[in-house]
């Protein structure tokens, strides 16, 4: 009997945001994998620490933080073949994802990979986005209102010409993007209707009105929401 | 001291996917208020069920469901004047949402009548949009994508002119705009990258590619998702 790869999203931070399912899984896990940086430190680890059995074996995976590809690739492809290893061995395998795993996150490159060969289930997470409008007290969308994800890299032209038409949008991954993007909110003259949710749900979340902010840039897990849909009534 | 309402997440259908914190509220919750139709069925209060304590006073709140708003704004006015004396009892009200409170929830009208004069908190929850893609087994979005949530009632031209340049996008609340959304995909020759979940984790969850539909109107709670982003790598 081969084992199970389960990708498992364990929200935007606060551990109490884990789903039942996903503290079910991660408290009975034989393996538990999960992405580390150089330095080997892994937020999703940190998220769900208190909920780690001393039993389950540990499989940090380092991922190179670069813009080029093909470190990245061969991390994924080591990991996934030490994945594969587990599961041959009838061992489940849970992989910790923050947020939700299929919601911009790294888990949809070992699925790819191991997904045509094993047994693979993913368990959805609630994600920063609306982790965010909730600690900020703001609905995210309403009725028929457009709803957008935009990635802080893309350029401004693109950012603006999506702007444009949204009553409601929601800038991710901001980062080092910051100070283009507000550029981008200042021409639109949607900097009033702009509020940026650094580490939502964890200890150190701020929120504040973009116009708030000083130069420069923000964390990697930075927020801008932006709502001018109508009023609620 | 006044009470706090809690207006909580409790995810798009499986039990398992409430998040310990909505646990935790509804376990313990002196008043459960939850929407339900004209004929007393509410789909939030059936995914918690299990979980309600025979001692929480329940306070099921009719919301008529027309396109016309006044009958719905009434309705609100009188939930939150009933949740109100509650609160000012001294005790908790935990409002249950399907989904997340805030992504198109109806939690929103009685967050807006009762913020300003008592404490509101909002508990996310994992939506029917990363539900979905976690059911289907493919990534929403990935890297620097561009993803739209549309809703299903706007007219043909706008869905047309948004997913013309959208990597991954769902459409939202299917129901009897269905056909209208498949000619508008039809058009875009977008048919092919596709799919339709209803009910998602639901026990009568279906998954189908779009071509495989037949003809006619769909269930309300129906998400068409459209992924033509790169592929993963």
């Not at 034989?30 to 540990?58: C, D, K, M, R, T």
């Not at 994924?76 to 910790?96: M, N, P, T």
């Not at 507000?182 to 949607?190: D, G, S």
């Not at 964890?202 to 116009?211: D, E, G, M, S, V």
Request: aromatic share 8%; charged share 20%.
């Amino acid at each position: 009997m081969s084992g199970t790869l389960y990708g498992v999203g364990v929200g935007p931070g606060d551990p109490e945001l884990l789903t039942l399912k996903a503290h079910r899984l991660i408290t009975s896990a034989a393996v538990l994998a999960y992405p580390v940086n150089a330095e080997g430190y892994g937020f999703a680890q940190q998220i769900v620490g208190e909920f780690i059995q001393s039993e389950s074996v540990h499989l940090p995976i380092t991922i190179p933080m670069k813009t080029e590809r093909s470190p990245a690739r061969c991390a994924y492809d080591q990991a996934a073949k030490e994945i594969g290893v587990h599961l041959e061995s009838g061992r489940d395998v849970v992989f910790l994802c923050e947020g939700d795993p299929f919601f911009f996150g790294s888990f949809m490159y070992l699925f790819e990979r191991l997904n045509g060969t094993h047994t693979c289930k993913v368990v959805p997470g609630v994600t920063s986005l609306t982790a965010c409008a909730a600690e900020l007290g703001r609905p995210l969308a309403a009725r028929n209102d457009v709803l957008k994800v935009l990635p802080a890299p893309l350029d401004a032209n693109a950012l603006s010409s999506e702007l444009q038409n949204a009553q409601s949008a929601a800038i991710i991954k901001v980062g080092r993007h910051f100070e283009k993007v507000r550029a981008v909110l200042e021409n639109l003259e949607l900097t009033e209707q702009a509020w940026i949710v650094e580490a939502a749900t964890n200890p150190h979340q701020t929120i504040r009105a973009l116009n708030e902010v000083p130069e420069g840039e923000r964390p990697y897990f930075s927020t801008i929401l932006i709502y001018r849909g109508e009023e609620p009534w």
